[in-house]
């Protein structure tokens, strides 16, 4: 199901794809796994649309619905931690990483300006240092880097505004991943009608057909959940969000890979630039197997909350044998 935009938040997704227009086609021979702009980066961030969560009218849902789609585009520009988060701890300079372990490689951390560490007993949020990182060459369509240490000057936040960063993070990487897994059907839909095979296009293959409808229909739920979370802005909608996105995006490269037969595996052709991405994100914040930990432990307490005591045994008038 696809909801309908309102005047104002289409608008907003109006304006901000006349600025992504120039950044939709890959550079003529580009041969890389990684499309980092700083030149898209600057943009989003001088013309406030990393801020509109705090606008007047606008909030998270508008900043998701960015979110959604920046990721679409083959350039790479960070916007969901800068987006989400700031709000929360204060303006972040972008380009943000969000580090959920030391020693691992973490999405823009090789670029960023600030970088949000996450501990057992909160966040520390500082400016990484040279020092401080390790640049990692991966084909992972991002540009990643592996922290050594928290940086010594990081300011440590707790309590619920540590749980609400948290959250918001995982409403970024459901909304990412719509974007993501929409860009990537959507250019394997158009070679589909392209290619031809046994005379006609593959388009018209039955099996094809069937599994791209169940591809979209995914990408729909991902955004749709992505979307209540951010509305709502509510743990469990964001662990259902991040748990659904990152369920869903393995079958969605299967399938474009597959149907991109040969095609598909080659730098020159861009599918990569979103299925790469994907595949880093189906183990970010602990992968699908924490997420699933942290709705039932919700679901668990909720349950023991509500639940009716037993009656003692002094009071319980059942018959007894």
């Known amino acids: 199901m696809n909801f309908e935009l309102s005047a104002d938040q289409q608008l907003l997704v109006t304006s901000l794809q006349s600025v992504l227009e120039r950044f939709q086609s890959p550079p003529i021979g580009s041969h890389g796994y990684v499309l980092y702009s700083e030149e898209l980066q600057k943009e989003l961030s001088d013309s406030g649309y990393l801020e509109v969560a705090n606008q007047p009218d606008y909030g998270l849902l508008e900043a998701t619905l960015l979110i959604e789609e920046i990721a679409a585009c083959p350039y790479l520009a960070e916007t969901a931690a800068s987006a989400l988060i700031s709000p929360l701890i204060g303006r972040l300079a972008p380009p943000t990483a969000l580090v959920w372990e030391l020693g691992k490689p973490a999405r823009f951390l090789s670029v960023a300006k600030t970088v949000c560490v996450f501990a057992d007993d909160g966040i520390f949020v500082g400016e990484p240092r040279a020092d401080d990182i390790q640049i990692v060459d991966s084909v992972i369509a991002y540009p990643l880097a592996i922290l050594r240490r928290i940086p010594p000057d990081a300011v440590h936040i707790g309590g619920q505004a540590a749980a609400a960063v948290k959250r918001r993070a995982l409403i970024g990487i459901a909304a990412e991943a719509a ?143």
């Open 179 to 321: 974007g993501l897994m929409t860009k990537a059907i959507s250019q394997t839909v158009q070679h589909v009608k392209e290619r031809t095979q046994f005379g006609r296009p593959l388009a018209q293959f039955q099996a094809l057909q069937h599994r791209l409808a169940e591809d979209t229909d995914l990408a729909h739920g991902c955004s749709s959940l992505a979307r209540r979370a951010a509305y709502t802005d509510d743990d469990m909608h964001a662990f259902i969000a991040c748990l659904y996105a990152q369920e869903a995006m393995p079958k969605v490269i299967y399938d474009c890979h597959q149907f991109s037969g040969a095609l598909g595996l080659t730098l020159e052709y861009p599918l990569h630039l979103w299925t790469y991405r994907m595949k880093f994100l189906q183990g970010e914040a602990g992968g699908r197997g924490r997420q699933s930990q942290l709705a039932a432990e919700r679901i668990w307490a909720e349950q023991i909350d509500t639940a009716t005591p037993p009656r003692s045994a002094a009071t319980d008038d059942s018959p007894r044998s």
